[in-house]
């Protein structure tokens, strides 16, 4: 995403938005599709029986204010960067990223409350319904790293002084994709609150 | 080469194209690492053809086995090695044959092969554009399909053999090393090499919906799209949805494979021994692999439909029969193929409502079906039909799908399929509908676009052996295959001697694999002409077919931006043939109204 080949053309496209903007949004619907086949194979599955039920750990309510927190930074940020804020642009950025990161430490932390009360990803004495849980935040905590990453870039080459209102374009993309990544956690928990 | 920061803007852009045009490109940017969409289509081609003939020739083997049960094949030692045991095919290995040819004719060949190609070569030329949306994830697209393309290659070359839980890989077969040796090494190169695969189709799928509906140019409405860029547009969009679901059910596969999950397993015993696994259930699977595998099969016959209808309009000299509704009808294909999946799941024992309700919806694809085949013929009637290579092979795909789709009405009933599933009428019926059709396809759209995609022409005398020889070895394999699948011949069965039933087939088995072995060393006259064409052909003109899609406007062999001056204007649909009062029977898109006073409708006067 963040090489792109020079040749697209400047003038404006037949759909009026930018190529790499679509590009962005086709990538989201694919990710939602395999969180749709995860979470509808959890609830396939829990149907049928011989399922684990367990406490979810409790850490996970504040990770979710945490990266509800990082949306906002993350929108002040972009708010910043269309009103030419050069400095709470920067500010933004890296409160969203120590805000992301804090996420992805304080996920771990509930793997570990997780194994603390016996709930393994694998092995004898696991279950799907733990599995689950551990795939589920997994994936999501792989996709929020490569938000992190994005964020980074975008924070570096905001340093460079490369976002600002007559560019918009990059901490627009990590802004949808930010809020995409917040949206599908936000998804995530109140589905495992409902299904627990 | 010419990657850009995004963030750069636009007015920098234009500087860089000057200069990028003037850029000479060495020799690994050019041809290798190429970023160019016709480049890259070429690459998915050759790639696409060597599987086909690693596929085929798999087939061969297997067919070989089938045909004659009883001989002995010490010839196949210097090939097979170890495979073969005094004389005998390995049982195991024979799975392993099947599992291979199903993964790489499908994915490989059919998806990679077909929409690779024909989605980078035909939708930028066709709807107007220099390049893809994205020519760096273009490219990066291609080398992850090849990467993957190594990773299943080399596990043919594995001690244990490759995959061999069949090609839909069901645990628990698929999780257990134990129960047959396909499933160690080679199921955990198979889950490598598909996940590489997905990540390949995304990334070219977004790249395919991204250029078709920004990348237009002026004046290229929606409806004024060639039927095969709306067809490459669905299937793209069919990869979008249905292969995340593949990675999720194949995630979970690797989990339960090495990190000792239990998403699919549950109380087994093997050899004697109870695994620790439980609170799996193999059906999970099922479902989430058959909600990829259907839209799949789409995925293989969308791109044919699309190529077809353009040759068949091409050389019948006549627009095509309801342009609209072709389009309709490939977006009513498109949506039930995502709620017709449990029909491969009809003997699992699901629910007899559920089974009605699938039934149901599954012979509703008999309608948009039947309409696109109405069509097709309604375009041939009567039309002033030129027998190019490229038409034959779109006539044949036409008449296997005919053929091929009657049977799928039958099996598509969840009472038969009790009968049916599982044997060789299955195989003969997903063979003519969505294999040889498809491949009937690919070779329709090789022979009609070659001559835009090298320069040449392939040769026609050489072409129609070519055609006669597929499509009659076609027929003669996969009828007889009905009729012992009615009888109720497994497929998948290593050897079938043992039973009484069967035993009266080895006539019709030795003569499938004999049409088999006619049907393979016809691909071998295909591939000569393909190659000597691309050195010696005869030179191509500019727009040999007479045909009035874009691409036909650049020159013999476009360069770098595909047209070295402006990108034209479309005014028209891609259909006016035989046009009453042109003075020619095609006028190509990029023809204004105004140059056509003598043809235009009454309702085109506006336009003029």
Not at chain 2, 195 to 201: D, E, G, K, N, P
């Amino acid at each position: 995403m963040i090489m792109v080949d020079n040749r697209i053309e400047s003038n404006p496209t037949s759909s009026g938005v930018h190529p790499l903007k679509f590009s962005l949004w086709l990538i989201i619907i694919s990710i939602i599709m395999m969180f749709a086949a995860f979470t509808s194979a959890y609830i396939v599955r829990r149907e049928e029986g011989n399922w684990l039920e367990f406490e979810l750990p409790t850490i996970l309510l504040i990770n979710t204010v945490i990266i509800v927190l990082s949306s906002v930074t993350m929108q002040w940020a972009y708010v910043s960067a269309k009103k030419d804020n050069l400095s709470s642009i920067k500010l933004g950025l890296i409160l969203t990223s120590v805000l992301g990161a804090a996420f992805l430490i304080g996920q771990w932390n509930g793997w570990a409350e997780l194994v603390q009360n016996n709930i393994y990803f694998g092995g004898s004495t696991s279950n799907p319904s733990g599995s689950f849980l551990y795939v589920l935040t997994g994936v999501h905590g792989f996709h929020l790293i490569t938000g992190l990453v994005f964020v980074l870039i975008t924070l570096v080459s905001s340093l460079k002084y490369k976002v600002h209102s007559k560019n918009l374009l990059r901490i627009q993309l990590c802004t949808v994709y930010w809020h995409f990544l917040g949206g599908l956690w936000l998804y995530l928990y109140i589905f495992l609150r409902i299904n627990h | 080469m010419s990657s850009t920061d995004i963030s750069i803007h636009p007015d920098v852009h234009h500087a860089h194209e000057e200069h990028d045009h003037h850029h000479d490109q060495n020799f690994l940017e050019k041809y290798i690492f190429s970023q160019d969409h016709k480049v890259i289509a070429k690459q998915f081609l050759f790639a696409g053809i060597f599987w086909a003939f690693v596929g085929g020739f798999l087939s061969i083997l297997f067919r070989l086995q089938l045909g004659w049960p009883e001989a002995t094949f010490t010839f196949l030692e210097p090939i097979l090695g170890g495979w073969i045991e005094n004389g005998k095919l390995n049982p195991e290995f024979y799975l392993a044959m099947v599992t291979m040819h199903g993964t790489i004719m499908v994915f490989f060949v059919l998806t990679a092969g077909l929409s690779g190609t024909f989605a980078n070569f035909l939708i930028p030329l066709q709807i107007g554009a220099r390049d893809m949306a994205s020519g760096f994830m273009n490219m990066l697209s291609f080398w992850v399909f090849f990467l993957s393309s190594v990773v299943m290659f080399m596990s043919l070359f594995l001690d244990t053999g490759p995959a061999g839980g069949g090609w839909t890989v069901y645990p628990p077969l698929s999780a257990l090393p134990q129960a047959i040796q396909g499933s160690g090494t080679g199921m955990t190169m198979w889950l490598i090499s598909m996940a590489l695969f997905i990540v390949s189709q995304l990334l070219a799928g977004v790249n395919y919906i991204t250029t078709i509906i920004n990348l237009r140019t002026k004046g290229m409405s929606m409806t004024k799209l060639p039927l095969t860029v709306w067809a490459l547009f669905f299937t793209a969009i069919l990869g979008l949805l249905s292969f995340p679901v593949l990675f999720s059910a194949a995630l979970l596969l690797i989990f339960d494979r090495s990190f000792g999950t239990s998403f699919y397993l549950s109380d087994i015993y093997i050899a004697g021994e109870a695994l620790t696994n439980t609170g799996g259930s193999p059906i999970l699977f099922q479902h989430l692999f058959w909600f990829l595998g259907h839209p799949e099969v789409y995925i293989v016959i969308l791109p044919a439909f699309g190529l077809v209808s353009e040759v068949i309009a091409t050389n019948s000299r006549k627009p095509i029969f309801g342009y609209r509704a072709m389009i309709g009808s490939m977006i009513g294909i498109a949506i039930l193929s995502f709620v017709v999946w449990a029909h491969h799941m009809f003997v699992t024992g699901m629910n007899p409502f559920l089974g009605s309700v699938f039934m149901f919806l599954t012979l509703i694809i008999a309608v948009p079906s039947a309409v696109k085949v109405f069509n097709w013929i309604a375009t041939l009637w009567r039309g002033n039909i030129r027998f190019s290579t490229g038409m034959l092979f779109a006539i044949g795909f036409v008449s296997l799908f005919i053929s091929g789709g009657l049977t799928g009405i039958i099996l598509g009933n969840s009472a038969l399929d009790i009968q049916l599933h599982d044997t060789y009428f299955v195989v003969a019926h997903f063979h003519l509908v969505m294999g040889a059709a498809a491949f009937f396809g690919m070779f329709c759209g090789v022979y009609h676009w070659f001559p835009k995609m090298f320069g040449r022409m392939m040769d026609e005398k050489l072409g129609s052996v070519h055609f006669w020889m597929t499509f009659i070895s076609v027929y003669l394999v996969f009828m007889p295959m009905h009729y012992i699948g009615i009888a109720g011949f497994p497929r998948r069965y290593y050897n079938w001697t043992g039973f009484e039933t069967f035993n009266i087939f080895t006539d019709m088995n030795t003569f499938i694999s004999l049409a088999a072995i006619i049907g393979f060393s016809a691909q071998f006259i295909f591939l000569f002409n393909f190659i000597y064409s691309i050195f010696k052909g005869r030179r191509a003109t500019q727009n040999p077919w007479h045909a009035n899609t874009l691409e036909w406007t650049t020159p013999v062999l476009p360069g770098h931006g595909n047209w070295p001056g402006e990108i034209p204007t479309v005014y028209r649909w891609p259909y006016d043939y035989s046009k009453p009062g042109a003075s020619e029977d095609f006028i190509p898109q990029n023809v204004p109204f105004s140059q056509t006073q003598s043809s235009n409708l009454p309702s085109e006067r506006d336009l003029e």
